[in-house]
């Protein structure tokens, strides 16, 4: 094959192509340009630009102004404090903090270090570098990408405090204008002082002191210039210049910063090259001070909550210095932990080792707030998985008491006779197998039948029961209307906060306040920037209907299904329930006890995680959880202020009216028996009488005759 004649045909195809192309070329060009300046193309395209770097730099300035950069220095210094519902401090979110101290406290041969390695015309510039900008344009140009570098003290520091880490333009650009505007707030001291307070130097260190006492056992003051060397050289990456786990990338990283500080006039050359000679000696003796966290479920739904409610970031609380003012009650919250903390409590682990976990919550329904949160049993993940809050499960006979309070608001009375059989409609069971014929409501709700329940929904109707129950904050599927919904068969499930929260209905006259774990957030300058003091408040029923409820439902401690969780010495008002296995017949998956008094309502479940054939809880009827919620009231109710419900037990009132009439029934046959017998002996009595009498006469008569 002859390759070069190819190659002279080929060639030879273009030229005729292009001899052919040219002068239309030529004709589009000229056109192009008459265009062009007939319509002023290029000023356009100026103008277009001038348009852009406007509208960009109007952003990133606006972006600046409302970063509220006067807080960045109190906000950094300080931690985020928690407080709880008397205003005491309950612990500190700590984040990002070490020991924070004043740059007089810091040793000078850090800062030489410091502005040597990382910023040589600091004291010149206001924020920005030409220099450093255009060695970073440079490597864009080069790279095609935003390489590092380039970035003034000042503008990582906003970087660190306000931005991502991503090496982007935009993100290059905020800096810059953020640090024009700290620049204008502070001093240059100021700016150094918090860059180097809030500089990571690895291993969960933060701040230059923290920092000295975890690799050398000195403080700040006191580093010396080969130290300050090596903590200044970890800046550039903590993770692979730390002496203690990267020795020989320390000692490297540390002789570039002592030859940079002898290029900036900072050291002269022979003590550098002394230095460079000769080991480190490293020194722990950085102890943690920061206050341990004693409650750990009710800070990560104070975390959650503050970026629901106030849209701040996890990051931000915690190291910005806001004050939280929470609805905890410590000595609740430490009366939870007790009980969660005895295993024995609870029933015992499955065969293949898995825990039976657990979570309860206790909230206070006059507020709404929550006063104590337990989402587990055994070691806490850091915002994890809560149960009490964030669990989708079957509330079983739980759900009862919301049905029963829609028939009371339609006519029904707590003595209203209720059907207790088998439906055509559907199929249901007592947990007993006993249908009972027809029973009291408050003894079908006490001893939780669950025919009379199903045919109680059924009379009132489906769709009234099921508004009610929407209407307690219960969310329901498309497919949860239907009647087993009275006994807790959801498609989706709810969770302890939300029962909890639908029983606060009963303790609180009727209404619901929405329930929440945050009364209040300031900032470190002392805005208020978000206020709940007073929650949302919803009328659920009628006093009238709430009152009967409770009646009712305090018997179900009192002699129905959960006598044996009653808290000794306490009356309490709640319900039941319990969800069976799929897996194991007679055996249940979840159990449940929900209680109340004026003054709190507690929530509690246990079950597994996961059910299977060999994850399930062996006893029912509130057997299983009975000892654990026993055990956590007792302790709650011995610090409430104990206020008493305001009306009767109707299971203990229907018990004495029916005392009383059997006694007035016996009392009233006696007096009949009694008035029976003096109108019999009275009649003898007459009778002998009258005998005497004329007895008396006959002799009398004899006597004269």
Do not use: C
């Amino acid at each position: 094959m002859d390759f070069k004649k190819i190659i002279a045909t080929i060639v030879d195809f273009f030229k005729k192509v292009w001899v052919w192309l040219k002068p239309y070329l030529i004709q589009f060009h000229q056109w192009r340009k008459r265009i062009w300046k007939k319509y002023q193309v290029n000023k356009i395209i100026l103008l277009l630009g001038l348009v852009v770097v406007l509208v960009t730099s109007v952003y990133l300035f606006y972006l600046a102004k409302s970063s509220d950069v006067e807080a960045l220095k109190t906000g950094l210094s300080q931690v985020t404090t928690i407080y709880d519902k008397d205003d005491e401090v309950a612990g500190t979110l700590n984040g990002q903090k070490g020991t924070s101290i004043p740059l007089e406290q810091m040793s000078p041969h850090l800062i030489d270090a410091l502005i040597s390695t990382e910023d040589k015309r600091f004291y010149q510039h206001g924020g920005f570098d030409i220099r450093g900008i255009g060695r970073a344009a440079l490597g864009f140009l080069t790279s095609g990408k935003v390489t590092g570098g380039g970035s003034t003290l000042t503008q990582q520091l906003a970087k660190n405090a306000y931005l991502t880490l991503d090496q982007t333009l935009n993100r290059k650009a905020k800096e810059l204008f953020l640090a024009i505007e700290i620049e204008k707030t502070y001093t240059k001291d100021e700016i150094l002082e918090m860059y180097l307070n809030s500089a990571y130097f690895a291993n969960g260190v933060w701040g230059v002191e923290d920092a000295a006492h975890k690799y050398f056992g000195t403080t700040a003051a006191n580093l010396t210039i080969d130290e300050a060397a090596v903590m200044v050289g970890m800046l550039k990456g903590p993770g692979i210049y730390n002496p203690i786990d990267y020795y020989d990338n320390a000692i490297k990283r540390r002789d570039t910063v002592l030859q940079l500080m002898v290029d900036n006039g900072k050291l002269d050359q022979a003590q550098a090259d002394q230095m460079m000679k000769e080991t480190l000696v490293l020194a722990d003796t950085y102890g943690d001070s920061r206050q341990d966290n004693q409650y750990p479920y009710f800070f990560d739904e104070v975390i959650r909550e503050a970026e629901r409610v106030a849209n701040i970031k996890d990051a931000d609380l915690l190291n910005k210095g806001y004050k939280v003012y929470t609805t905890l009650d410590q000595q609740y919250q430490q009366d939870m932990n007790t009980t969660f903390s005895q295993n024995e409590l609870f029933p015992p682990n499955a065969t293949d080792g898995e825990m039976v976990q657990g979570a309860s919550i206790a909230i206070n329904p006059k507020t709404g707030g929550v006063q104590a949160v337990v989402g587990g049993r055994g070691e806490h993940t850091r915002l994890g998985f809560n149960r009490a809050t964030q669990s989708s499960l079957s509330p079983g006979s739980t759900m009862k008491p919301l049905v029963y309070t829609a028939a009371l608001e339609s006519g029904y009375q707590p003595d209203s006779l209720l059907k207790d059989e088998a439906m055509s409609f559907y199929q249901v069971e007592n947990y007993d197998k006993v249908y009972r014929g027809e029973v009291p409501m408050y003894q079908a709700l006490a001893e939780s039948l669950n025919a009379s329940s199903v045919w109680l929904l059924n009379e009132i109707g489906l769709e009234k029961g099921t508004k009610k129950i929407e209407k307690f904050g219960i969310a329901l599927d498309d497919k949860d209307h239907y009647p087993g919904i009275v006994l807790g068969g959801m498609t989706k499930g709810t969770s302890p906060l939300k029962m909890a929260s639908a029983y606060t209905v009963f303790a609180n006259q009727g209404k619901q306040k929405s329930p929440h774990f945050i009364r209040k957030i300031v900032d470190s300058t002392g805005k208020i920037v978000w206020d709940n003091e007073e929650a949302k408040e919803k009328q659920i029923t009628t006093p009238q209907v709430a009152e009967e409820m409770t009646s009712m439902l305090q018997g179900v401690f009192s002699s129905g299904t959960g006598y044996s969780a009653q808290p000794y010495g306490y009356t309490i008002a709640g319900k039941t329930g319990t969800t069976e296995s799929v897996n194991v017949d007679s055996q249940s998956k979840d159990q449940w006890i929900i209680g109340y008094t004026p003054d709190v309502v507690v929530a509690s479940w246990i079950g597994f995680d996961e059910s299977s054939d060999i994850h399930f809880l062996q006893s029912g009827g509130g057997q299983g959880i009975s000892p654990i919620f026993k055990d956590q009231t007792q302790r709650i109710l011995s610090h409430s202020p104990g206020t008493p419900f305001n009306v009767e037990d109707a299971s203990i009132k229907a018990q004495q009216e029916e005392t009383q009439a059997e006694s007035n029934g016996s009392l009233d046959e006696f007096g009949q028996k009694i008035k029976e017998g003096a109108e019999y002996w009275g009649g003898q009595i007459k009778d002998g009488a009258g005998k005497v009498k004329d007895g008396l006469k006959d002799l009398w008569n004899n006597f004269t005759q």
